[in-house]
């Protein structure tokens, strides 16, 4: 069975930093596309960033990238975000996805996702 638990969210002032923490678990993250998205209140849910070790290929919106940083730990089958320079914009529950075909089949109907987690960006 396939399993995302997000973790990492929480406050932080403008400029600051957070790291989103995905574990994954019921397949290895060397086989699968996994990213992040996330959705603000009342807007549509927006791919973030996403990532596939086996064929080298990562994925950041416009409007993270430059900010935010993708990485894995195959030891740890877990995926992180670090989020840097963080805006009030940047405010929105953010979820880990997985999907094992590939980042643009993950960026539109990924298979799995996680509960989510909040971040809260204070101007």
């Known amino acids: 069975e396939v399993q995302l638990v997000e973790s990492g969210g929480g406050f932080v002032q403008a400029g600051g930093s957070l790291r989103l923490s995905c574990a994954a678990s019921g397949f290895s993250l060397d086989d699968y596309a996994i990213g992040w998205f996330r959705q603000a209140p009342g807007k549509e849910r927006e791919a973030v960033s996403c990532?596939?070790?086996?064929?080298?290929?990562?994925f950041y919106s416009e409007s993270v990238e430059g900010r935010f940083t993708i990485s894995s730990d195959n030891a740890k089958n877990t995926v992180y975000l670090q989020m840097n320079s963080l805006e009030p914009e940047d405010t929105a529950v953010y979820y880990c996805?997985?999907?094992?075909?590939?980042?643009?089949?993950?960026?539109?109907?990924?298979?799995?996702w996680g509960q989510g987690t909040q971040v809260t960006v204070s101007s």
């Open positions: 990532m596939k070790t086996r064929d080298d290929d990562t």
């Open positions: 996805a997985a999907d094992p075909l590939s980042c643009y089949v993950l960026r539109n109907v990924p298979d799995y």
